[in-house]
């Protein structure tokens, strides 16, 4: 996915733009950089953070850059953010989002003078890069960043510096958030709200939909209004935000010991010995199920996180699939002859999961009943990258639906599969249930999901589970 975090101060910012980055690290792997602006004019760093946290390729840097004002970014793709130079002016831009439509707005581009863009390494084009041009076709910033929002089809969300302020400017239908935090002196802009906290800022507003924000060492204010239309991903709130997040007033959380306690309510006369969250993204939920269950809560597998801090790496499955395993320490006297309902954020491919159940077995486990906390996923992300998915195929579902259906699916028959009072649904549960091995399988359905979020429907996005938007 990514994010993105800018800062202006009357004072250097480096200590602030490095922590307040960091602190978007759970939103990607491949690249983490910066940029400053100060009196040696615009200074930038990118460094590959695969395999080594941001906050270690970036000591340098702290030392060595100064500024007033700076953008960084935690990117699960392109290296950003990049420094530009312009009709309109030298300026650094880094972005949040995915652009559907690329090949097209670059043949447009190419038609109408752009005369040529960077390769990356395969022979892409960066898509910030992308975003650039599309600005610069403008005369001004403000239009620019506007014409992008409207040209994109996927999601755009941009932090734009230059050497008056930064420009915050939120995706057109807010489908990524951008929050503005405040203190003295100095203001900054995030995609995680509670990034800015532990450097002192406190929250003073969240962008709206498609709004851009202008920030300087006095303050900020609007410079194109939001729109009404709204669809923020509800998955945030599942799956990618962080705990101490919060989005559209909805703490993350929160939101997932409300789903915990919904799927407890939903859940009734299972007899089980222990709840149990897969660590670390399903404890939230598990303990919101055991609130409300009065079935105790219990840790029997341990994240051993000094030497394995990071979720997603790396990128080959089959290396993956052994770091998960090793990232997990059992606690056999937990596990022995117990009976579990075992709870996690989601099941995409399935992989994992398997795994960590396998292993609960292995160590003595009974019984293991799976209790996702969302629907099944069903359609490929169009607008955050959310999974490393190429196709849809690489979902459990699409794969357990095309097998049923024995390769022939339609539209219409698929639609049935996302009905979960549907005889497909249940048949489709049910051959998941036996490939990943489980004692019952039950997702957590589709209303109780945006109950437990809280906001309007109309608002939330829910396309990866029934492919509307």
């Known amino acids: 996915m990514g994010g993105i975090f800018g800062v202006v101060s009357n004072n250097d910012c480096v200590m602030d733009l490095f922590f307040g980055t960091d602190y978007h690290s759970h939103l990607g792997t491949k690249r983490g950089g910066m940029c400053v602006y100060g009196q040696n004019?615009?200074?930038?760093?990118?460094?590959?953070?695969?395999?080594?946290?941001?906050?270690?390729?970036?000591?340098?840097?702290?030392?060595?850059?100064?500024?007033?004002?700076?953008?960084?970014?935690?990117?699960?793709?392109?290296?950003?953010?990049?420094?530009?130079?312009?009709?309109?002016?030298?300026?650094?831009i880094g972005t949040v989002g995915r652009i559907n439509n690329k090949e097209q707005l670059v043949k447009e581009l190419i038609g109408s003078g752009c005369n040529q863009f960077m390769s990356m390494s395969g022979g892409g084009i960066n898509n910030t890069e992308l975003v650039a041009a599309l600005i610069s076709t403008e005369n001004d910033f403000i239009r620019g960043i506007r014409y992008a929002?409207?040209?994109?089809?996927?999601?755009?969300?941009?932090?734009?510096?230059?050497s008056e302020g930064i420009y915050a400017a939120r995706d057109k239908f807010g489908r990524t958030p951008l929050i503005i935090g405040k203190k003295k002196g100095s203001y900054c802009?995030?995609?995680?709200?509670?990034?800015?906290?532990?450097?002192?800022?406190?929250?003073?507003?969240?962008?709206?939909?498609?709004?851009?924000?202008?920030?300087?060492?006095?303050?900020?204010?609007?410079?194109?209004?939001?729109?009404?239309?709204?669809?923020?991903?509800?998955?945030?709130w599942t799956y990618f935000g962080y705990p101490t997040s919060t989005y559209e007033g909805c703490n993350v959380e929160e939101m997932r010991y409300r789903s915990g306690a919904s799927i407890a309510k939903n859940d009734k006369n299972i007899k089980v010995d222990y709840v149990a969250g897969v660590p670390d993204s399903g404890t939230a939920h598990a303990l919101g199920y055991a609130n409300k269950s009065g079935i105790p809560?219990?840790?029997?597998?341990?994240?051993?996180?000094p030497t394995w801090p990071r979720s997603f790496m790396p990128q080959n499955q089959k290396a993956r699939d052994l770091i998960a395993r090793m990232k997990?320490?059992?606690?056999?006297?937990?596990?022995?002859?117990?009976?579990?309902?075992?709870?996690?954020d989601s099941i995409v491919r399935g992989t994992q999961l398997t795994g960590t159940v396998k292993y609960l077995y292995e160590n003595g486990a009974k019984e293991i009943h799976v209790r996702p906390a969302c629907p099944p996923l069903m359609f490929g992300c169009k607008y955050l990258n959310f999974s490393r998915s190429i196709s849809e195929m690489d979902l459990i579902t699409r794969r357990t639906i095309d097998k049923l259906e024995g390769g022939y699916v339609t539209p219409e028959i698929l639609q049935e599969y996302v009905?979960?009072?549907?005889?497909?649904?249940?048949?489709?549960?049910?051959?998941?249930?036996?490939?990943?091995?489980?004692?019952?399988?039950?997702?957590?359905?589709?209303?109780?999901?945006?109950?437990?979020?809280?906001?309007?429907?109309?608002?939330?996005?829910?396309?990866?589970?029934?492919?509307?938007?």
């Open 41 to 92: 004019g615009f200074e930038r760093s990118i460094h590959d953070i695969a395999n080594s946290p941001f906050r270690t390729k970036f000591e340098k840097e702290v030392d060595e850059m100064s500024g007033i004002m700076g953008i960084g970014s935690i990117s699960d793709g392109e290296p950003q953010p990049l420094t530009v130079f312009s009709r309109m002016g030298d300026y650094s």
């Open 149 to 162: 929002q409207n040209k994109i089809e996927g999601s755009i969300t941009i932090l734009l510096m230059t």
């Open 189 to 236: 802009a995030a995609s995680e709200s509670f990034s800015f906290l532990n450097l002192g800022y406190k929250a003073a507003r969240e962008l709206g939909p498609a709004e851009i924000v202008f920030i300087t060492q006095s303050g900020f204010g609007t410079v194109a209004e939001p729109e009404e239309k709204m669809r923020i991903c509800t998955f945030l």
């Open 297 to 305: 809560f219990s840790r029997p597998l341990i994240k051993y996180t």
């Open 328 to 344: 997990l320490v059992p606690v056999n006297e937990l596990i022995k002859g117990k009976k579990f309902v075992l709870i996690d």
């Open 419 to 469: 009905d979960s009072k549907s005889e497909r649904y249940a048949n489709m549960v049910e051959d998941i249930r036996k490939q990943l091995n489980f004692t019952s399988l039950k997702y957590h359905g589709l209303e109780d999901t945006l109950k437990s979020v809280g906001l309007d429907r109309s608002k939330l996005c829910t396309y990866c589970w029934n492919g509307k938007e």
